[in-house]
């Protein structure tokens, strides 16, 4: 019942968000406006909880307002202005066609993956897939803390005391229907879908909108959320000797044609490496992508009235996915820079973009983004982001395979198709020349952005290739081999996932979580610092400290916590003295703190609270 609460709670800012849109005084055909709905409607679940919650804290009166803003403007809205809303006509039928056709295929690969890859239950244990198996476990502490403890902007569960300035709103969301009452797998998956559908649906309209050819934005959809580079050949090189060499990409931690770090591939499926494991990804694709195509028609094409979505879309990006903002604001400080040349008047509409996304977005970034940043390993110089092995040139054929390729040819052949894309290069050079946040690998996800633009003029120059051999016998059995060239590495990594299984959380784990979430709210829990640690993740309580896995690359890793960590399982006496700097209320003693050299001998006099699967929670009076 409670999940079918969650759902409904979701249709009605959907619902919303269509109303808004159906009223928004623009230029738009039938497709692009309902899109953009359902784009308001999710932008509206994110982000109306959140302000209420930093007034009321994160708890049901704060979902039950963000949902009352939501839905009565746009009740009034219907009520005041009885005039029929746009309707699908026959002459739309075609695109809305071509654009199910590609999306649901898609959807339905994510739902499964999902399926498989969120806290899926085996034998009392919680599975997930390779992709998941590093990062779901930080998301799911964030969602189950902010859900439990109420208080507004969050701090880091996995750190007592730290502020999180990480974009937290791709897991409150989900908070909002763990809040709700959903079970933690549900609100979990909830909210991607919708999200997923979005990414999907805008890359073909953008694709469609800068090509002005539905089968060229059909085939670039395919190119960037299916292709890959050359990975395939490390494993099917010598295959036919040894087997070995090609079974070990289905069963090997990490060892896929678009993921092998011994081999400098790092050029990762969309779907698998970005959208599936990382939420902020996810959910800044769901409004970087309306934005691009905002940015096109307003921007380029001069449409100036869509400036006023585009602001508010792009002022709300920080806190769900800085890359994504940065990205949009490079690209379109370059548009603004090309255009103010061709057509000097547009600054008027490009002044009212920036003053109005900037209004929205300097709270955020000041209050957020730029307190994370100050952290160590934040914005460094480099070159050619993570590449240490290869020459340039070949590390970009490598990973990007033929798009690389093919990509000057597609820019002399794009005439009028080539800007967007050309306003991206600064954005690359940028990647090349600097890293954002400690962690360099990063950097793709700023670089992500100039390949989808990249992958659709290599989409468009094959199918104008096509076109051109129509007087070749074999140029449909080239067409397929090149199509199977440029995506047997996504199709290969693609299979791997589907297939992939690993446990994230033992059942004595589970059951031990399970007792702790009764524990009192402010409980702080010793424990140790395995990234996949359960009562983090399924309690919601929060710890000492997490792994430095994420906290490293969040850059608000203590080296100083560590040792006292260290020192309170170890040390005679160091609970008593270091244990109330930290706030500690309760120890944990499993095996995972044995192997780090704890003493269980320290902790014989406290009092014992659970004691099962090898797994004991001690209280600390």
Same mark, same amino acid.
């Given at each position: 019942?409670?999940?079918?609460?969650?759902?409904?709670?979701?249709?009605?800012?959907?619902?919303?968000?269509?109303?808004?849109?159906?009223?928004?005084?623009?230029?738009?055909?039938?497709?692009?406006?309902?899109?953009?709905?359902?784009?308001?409607?999710? $932008?509206?679940?994110?982000?109306?909880?959140?302000?209420?919650?930093?007034?009321?804290?994160?708890?049901?009166?704060?979902?039950?307002?963000?949902?009352?803003?939501? %839905?009565?403007?746009?009740?009034?809205?219907?009520?005041?202005?009885?005039?029929?809303?746009?309707?699908?006509?026959?002459?739309?039928?075609?695109?809305?066609?071509?654009?199910l056709?590609?999306?649901?295929?898609?959807?339905?690969?994510?739902?499964?993956? @999902?399926?498989?890859?969120?806290?899926?239950?085996?034998?009392?244990?919680?599975? *997930?897939?390779?992709?998941?198996?590093?990062?779901?476990?930080?998301?799911?502490?964030?969602?189950?803390?902010?859900?439990?403890?109420?208080?507004?902007?969050?701090?880091?569960?996995?750190?007592?005391? *730290?502020?999180?300035?990480?974009?937290?709103?791709?897991?409150?969301?989900?908070?909002?229907?763990?809040?709700? !009452?959903?079970?933690?797998?549900?609100?979990?998956?909830?909210?991607?879908?919708?999200?997923?559908?979005?990414?999907?649906?805008?890359?073909?309209?953008?694709?469609?909108?800068?090509?002005?050819?539905?089968?060229?934005a *059909?085939?670039?959809?395919?190119?960037?959320?299916?292709?890959?580079?050359f990975?395939?050949v490390?494993?099917?090189d010598?295959?036919?000797?040894?087997?070995?060499?090609? *079974?070990?990409? $289905?069963?090997?931690?990490?060892?896929?044609?678009?993921?092998?770090?011994?081999?400098? %591939?790092?050029?990762?499926?969309?779907?698998?490496?970005?959208?599936?494991?990382?939420?902020?990804?996810?959910?800044?694709?769901?409004? @970087?992508?309306?934005?691009?195509?905002?940015?096109?028609?307003?921007?380029?094409?001069?449409?100036a009235?869509?400036?006023?979505?585009?602001? %508010?879309?792009?002022?709300?990006?920080?806190?769900?996915?800085?890359?994504?903002?940065?990205?949009? /604001?490079?690209?379109?400080?370059?548009?603004?820079?090309?255009?103010?040349?061709?057509?000097?008047?547009?600054?008027?509409?490009?002044?009212?973009?920036?003053?109005?996304?900037?209004?929205?977005?300097l709270?955020?970034?000041?209050?957020?983004?730029?307190?994370?940043?100050?952290?160590? !390993?934040?914005?460094r110089?480099?070159?050619?982001?993570?590449?240490?092995?290869?020459?340039?040139?070949?590390?970009?054929?490598?990973?990007?395979?033929?798009?690389?390729?093919?990509?000057?040819?597609?820019?002399?052949?794009?005439?009028?198709?080539?800007?967007?894309? @050309?306003?991206?290069?600064?954005?690359?050079?940028?990647v090349?020349?600097?890293?954002?946040?400690?962690?360099?690998?990063?950097?793709?996800?700023?670089?992500?952005?100039?390949?989808?633009?990249?992958?659709?003029?290599?989409?468009?120059?094959?199918?104008?290739?096509?076109?051109?051999?129509?007087?070749?016998? !074999?140029?449909?059995?080239? #067409?397929?081999?090149?199509?199977?060239?440029?995506?047997?590495?996504?199709?290969?990594?693609?299979?791997?996932?589907?297939?992939?299984?690993?446990?994230?959380?033992?059942?004595?784990?589970?059951? #031990?979580a399970?007792?702790?979430?009764?524990?009192?709210?402010?409980a702080?829990? @010793?424990?140790?610092?395995?990234?996949?640690?359960a009562?983090?993740?399924?309690?919601?309580?929060?710890?000492?400290?997490?792994?430095?896995? &994420?906290?490293?690359?969040?850059?608000?890793?203590?080296?100083?916590?560590?040792?006292?960590?260290?020192?309170?399982?170890?040390?005679?006496? #160091?609970?008593?003295?270091?244990g109330?700097? &930290? /706030?500690?209320?309760?120890?944990?003693?499993?095996?995972?703190?044995?192997?780090?050299g704890?003493?269980?001998?320290?902790?014989?006099?406290?009092?014992?609270?659970?004691?099962? !699967?090898?797994?004991?929670?001690?209280?600390?009076?």
């Amino acid at each position: 019942m409670a999940n079918a609460l969650c759902v409904a709670y979701l249709l009605l800012f959907l619902s919303s968000g269509l109303v808004y849109a159906a009223f928004l005084p623009v230029k738009l055909a039938f497709l692009p406006r309902a899109l953009l709905g359902l784009c308001f409607g999710l $932008f509206l679940l994110i982000w109306l909880p959140a302000l209420y919650a930093f007034l009321l804290g994160f708890a049901l009166a704060a979902q039950l307002l963000a949902l009352g803003t939501a %839905i009565l403007p746009a009740a009034l809205l219907c009520l005041w202005k009885r005039t029929p809303l746009q309707r699908l006509r026959p002459a739309d039928l075609p695109e809305l066609r071509r654009l199910l056709f590609q999306t649901l295929p898609m959807l339905a690969l994510c739902a499964c993956l @999902l399926y498989t890859h969120v806290l899926r239950p085996q034998d009392g244990s919680l599975h *997930t897939g390779q992709s998941c198996y590093g990062d779901m476990a930080m998301h799911l502490a964030f969602i189950t803390s902010i859900s439990r403890n109420a208080s507004f902007p969050p701090q880091y569960s996995i750190q007592v005391g *730290t502020q999180m300035g990480y974009p937290f709103l791709c897991d409150s969301v989900s908070s909002t229907f763990l809040t709700l !009452g959903g079970s933690l797998r549900f609100a979990y998956v909830l909210p991607m879908l919708p999200a997923l559908f979005l990414v999907f649906a805008w890359f073909y309209l953008l694709m469609r909108e800068m090509l002005s050819s539905p089968r060229s934005a *059909t085939l670039a959809f395919v190119l960037f959320f299916v292709g890959g580079g050359f990975g395939f050949v490390y494993f099917l090189d010598g295959a036919a000797a040894d087997t070995s060499l090609f *079974t070990r990409l $289905f069963t090997s931690f990490y060892e896929t044609p678009t993921n092998l770090v011994s081999e400098n %591939i790092y050029w990762v499926n969309p779907i698998c490496d970005m959208l599936i494991p990382q939420r902020a990804t996810l959910f800044g694709w769901a409004a @970087l992508l309306p934005c691009l195509y905002l940015l096109l028609r307003a921007g380029i094409q001069g449409q100036a009235e869509l400036f006023w979505p585009l602001a %508010i879309l792009a002022g709300g990006l920080p806190l769900l996915h800085s890359h994504s903002f940065m990205a949009l /604001g490079v690209i379109s400080a370059s548009v603004f820079a090309w255009q103010l040349i061709r057509r000097p008047s547009c600054w008027k509409g490009f002044l009212l973009y920036a003053g109005l996304a900037a209004a929205l977005a300097l709270p955020q970034l000041l209050c957020f983004t730029f307190r994370q940043a100050a952290g160590e !390993g934040f914005i460094r110089l480099t070159w050619n982001w993570i590449n240490e092995q290869d020459p340039y040139l070949w590390f970009y054929i490598k990973n990007w395979g033929l798009v690389f390729l093919l990509l000057p040819f597609a820019l002399l052949n794009a005439r009028g198709k080539r800007g967007l894309f @050309l306003c991206s290069l600064p954005l690359w050079v940028l990647v090349e020349c600097l890293v954002f946040q400690p962690n360099a690998y990063d950097n793709n996800k700023l670089l992500f952005v100039c390949y989808m633009l990249a992958c659709g003029l290599v989409a468009d120059f094959l199918l104008f290739l096509y076109d051109r051999l129509a007087f070749l016998r !074999g140029r449909r059995l080239a #067409a397929a081999l090149t199509l199977a060239t440029m995506t047997i590495s996504g199709w290969l990594t693609i299979g791997r996932e589907i297939v992939s299984d690993y446990e994230l959380f033992s059942s004595q784990q589970v059951e #031990a979580a399970a007792f702790a979430a009764t524990l009192p709210t402010d409980a702080v829990l @010793l424990t140790a610092d395995e990234h996949n640690n359960a009562f983090a993740s399924l309690s919601g309580l929060t710890i000492v400290q997490g792994s430095p896995s &994420y906290l490293y690359f969040h850059g608000v890793y203590d080296e100083e916590r560590a040792q006292d960590v260290l020192r309170m399982y170890t040390e005679p006496g #160091a609970l008593a003295q270091l244990g109330p700097k &930290y /706030g500690v209320t309760h120890v944990v003693l499993s095996n995972h703190e044995l192997a780090m050299g704890a003493d269980e001998r320290l902790f014989a006099d406290l009092p014992l609270l659970y004691d099962s !699967g090898g797994i004991r929670i001690y209280s600390v009076s």
